[in-house]
């Protein structure tokens, strides 16, 4: 049974970090693209980051770019998404999602997906 498990959201302070982390029971892990979305209340679930299989490519949104940062630890099965410099509109529900196949920011793509984790960022 495949599972997807996020973890390490919370409260924090605009100018604050989060780091998320998705303990992913795909199998084989490293064969899979990792990604991350958000949902604020009322919205659409947006892309937010993308990992390939390899490691070797990574992809983000532009709202994100240069604040964000996803790695991948295949020994571990995790996915982990680094957020500095948060900000009021970064407040969302945060998804890890897998897909074999080609990194791509369409949500409809992705095969599984995880519960969610709650960020709020606090002005």
């Known amino acids: 049974q495949v599972q997807l498990v996020e973890s390490g959201g919370g409260l924090v302070q605009v100018g604050g970090s989060l780091r998320l982390s998705c303990a992913a029971s795909?199998?084989?892990?490293?064969?899979?693209?990792m990604g991350w979305f958000r949902q604020a209340p009322g919205k659409e679930r947006d892309f937010v980051a993308a990992?390939?299989?390899?490691?070797?490519?990574?992809y983000y949104a532009d709202s994100v770019k240069g604040r964000f940062t996803i790695s991948r630890d295949n020994a571990k099965n995790t996915v982990y998404l680094q957020m500095n410099s948060l900000k009021p509109e970064d407040t969302a529900v945060y998804y890890c999602?897998?897909?074999?196949?080609?990194?791509?920011?369409?949500?409809?793509?992705?095969?599984?997906w995880g519960q969610g984790t709650q960020v709020t960022v606090s002005s």
């Open positions: 999602a897998a897909l074999i196949g080609i990194a791509t920011m369409k949500a409809e793509s992705y095969n599984y």
């Open positions: 795909v199998r084989p892990f490293s064969s899979f693209v």
């Open positions: 990992i390939s299989a390899s490691a070797g490519g990574t």
